[in-house]
């Protein structure tokens, strides 16, 4: 785990280069009509019984990272929320967070992504509004779910290509080797561990 904690540090440096790509008229209105829509139910639970077995158990792998248990808790409860609207793991979330930003919700890449999901600003004239803030945990999380979303369906859903869109770095393996090798090592949530 050290090895791979060391290659996420350096990967800091060139996390979440996503490059600008036409997207068509009608996957940007899609894209924008997801970060435009609010949905009345804010739990993403099937039971309160799994929200809080999911959030014991993540919010142990957090502590480090984010000391304060009701922030922490909250952040979970958005991740959860964030990822499963999208139809993401929220599992494979937390573990892009890590290596992109190691949950520091103010991160700035060399390359001006910014946020807890290293978000690049062009995103925000594509799908959502200008004066939308990347640094706002919840408008990042749902800004880079969606773009997550968005790679994996142009990508038929194969994560490694996915993952490497998503990045920057399509055709290489090393940064969606890293979110996965957390994903699995770290985050990866089995009703049966509880």
Request: net charge neutral; with cysteine.
């Amino acid at each position: 785990m050290a090895v791979l904690e060391l290659l996420i540090a350096q990967n800091y440096a060139f996390a979440a280069s996503q490059k600008y790509e036409d997207i068509s008229l009608a996957n940007r209105y899609e894209l924008r009509q997801s970060i435009a829509s609010e949905v009345s139910s804010i739990s993403s639970f099937r039971s309160s019984t799994q929200a809080v077995a999911w959030i014991s158990y993540q919010s142990r792998n957090l502590a480090k990272k984010i000391p304060n248990e009701e922030t922490r808790r909250q952040w979970l409860r958005m991740v959860h929320y964030e990822a499963t609207r999208y139809s993401l793991d929220p599992d494979l979330v937390l573990a892009l967070i890590e290596v992109e930003s190691g949950f520091n919700r103010f991160a700035i890449s060399k390359v001006g992504a910014s946020g807890l999901m290293q978000v690049m600003p062009f995103w925000k004239d594509l799908i959502g509004d200008t004066r939308d803030s990347l640094f706002d945990v919840r408008t990042n999380l749902r800004y880079g779910c969606i773009i997550l979303k968005h790679y994996l369906d142009i990508e038929n859903q194969n994560l490694t290509r996915g993952l490497a869109r998503y990045n920057g770095s399509l055709g290489e393996e090393l940064y969606p080797s890293m979110v996965t090798a957390v994903w699995r090592a770290k985050y990866r949530y089995s009703e049966e561990q509880n």
